[in-house]
């Protein structure tokens, strides 16, 4: 049943301040969210992440391992200890294999796969293992940025979706069944890239991440309603008072960027819409790539539930948590 403009007659209610404020069937001892776009670095510890989640009403966090070295970090995150935390704390963590590791950013590895043929066996062995749940994040096709009050840049990356070895990848999530998640802004040409890569993988689950590359509502609906398997994450799509964040024009506003909240925490109604009717496609995601902004983690929750507040109660449990476990639960190990 399409919920047809349910989303349209809930009273969005708005604090003094202008603000959203959260509605009863969002409030975090109604509703648990699972964080499925979340990164891991070396000097992130199970017991402050646990300790955020636990404040926020967040019930399972998916880690995604950042390989990269960066001056700030302490060491790079890694698979292991990724596995290591959900291990220790059942129920708590999902373990992806990671996409990011600085081997991979040469763009003849994506064209050779041969070249990353240690990259595919070792991931294979990991989802043979049980121990993981999905494959990512791959970054594709993303704008360079420089967090200079953290000392944290991203780089520019320019590689193709449709790549020999992002055939790979996706072969691999459609044999174990596992997500395999991936940023590429939706722009033109990346746009049919990515569509090219759907056809030929039918069976595999692709996550869109930030909101399917920020697309317009009326491109993500357009590709929901044609790939019955992809799904977009909301990674980082919230507004915080914080700089920067993929829930504004940052770190570049070009004609293919579109925003999910206002400012204020108020969704727009052409997304809200897109939400309710296909409200089995979306994801959470907090999007903490980045240690410092782990002290931000309660208020990105908190824009979350102001965005789940204006949907209706079964749409914000599908978003929110039963769409994640769903995924979790589809897992084929062989
Ligand atoms: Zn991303």
Redo the contacts with the bound molecule.
Sequence with gaps: MRPVMAAVVMAVSLSVSGCVSIAEHARPERLPIVDFHTHLNGDMEAKHLLALMDRAGVRTMVLMARYYANPKDAGYGSDMQAADFARTHKGRFVPFVAGQRGELGRLARWEDPESASWYLRESEDKLRSGEFFGLG?Y?LYHHAYDLAGWGQLGGEVRLPADSPLMHRIAALGAKYAVPVLF?LEAEPEQTQQAVRLFEAHPETPFIW??NCGRASAGQIRQLLGRFPRLMCDL?GMMVTSERGGYGRYWPKHTPYVHLVQADGGKVYAEMLRLFEDFSGHFLLGT?TAHTPALRSYEERIHAFRQMLSQMTPATARRIAYENAERLFASRRVQ
């Design positions: 994040e970054v940023h991440a930030h990674g999007d």
